[in-house]
């Protein structure tokens, strides 16, 4: 699997910890489009950046991290073809998976802790999507961004 990270500098020290995280897992591969400093970044940017790589298939999912993850999650949402869910928790990340099939992770750098952060993306990152009647719902999702 590839997968794409970005973050503001709200969320510099999460990202890192998760990439360190992935590297648990040999069969992905991750790709860090920024920010690398604690200079002031405008999350929307680093949001477009990661959702140009997952839509042109140079990624399968991507991890999008901002101080709450609020906004960087509603700024990849804007993006066609993107389903990012912001996660709090393990049954969110789990959650977001199997029934919306979420291709973008999205979590608060001043919110979430290393600890959770490390179990989420674990799960995150292993789970499927269960298809069957959660399928007919995200085609309808799907179906919405075409209006």
């Excluded at 990661?50 to 960087?72: H, N, V, W, Y």
């Excluded at 959650?95 to 979420?102: L, Y």
């Excluded at 919110?111 to 009647?133: C, N, Y």
């Amino acid at each position: 699997m590839k997968l794409v990270i970005g973050c503001d500098q709200g969320a510099l020290e999460l990202k890192e910890h998760v990439k360190e995280v992935l590297k648990e897992f040999s069969d992905i591969t991750v790709e860090d489009v920024g920010t690398y400093t604690t200079d002031s970044v405008d999350y929307p940017d680093i949001a477009e950046k990661i959702c140009e790589k997952i839509t042109s298939g140079q990624a399968d999912r991507g991890i999008a991290l901002c101080g709450t993850g609020i906004g960087i999650s509603i700024a990849c949402n804007k993006v066609k073809g993107i389903r990012a869910a912001l996660c709090h928790n393990v049954f969110t990340a789990r959650m977001s998976r199997q029934h919306n099939d979420a291709n973008v992770l999205a979590m608060g750098g001043r919110d979430i802790s290393f600890g959770p952060a490390t179990e989420m993306v674990q799960v995150w990152v292993k789970e499927e999507f269960l298809g069957g009647r959660h399928e007919r719902r995200v085609n309808k999702i799907m179906e919405i961004q075409d209006k």
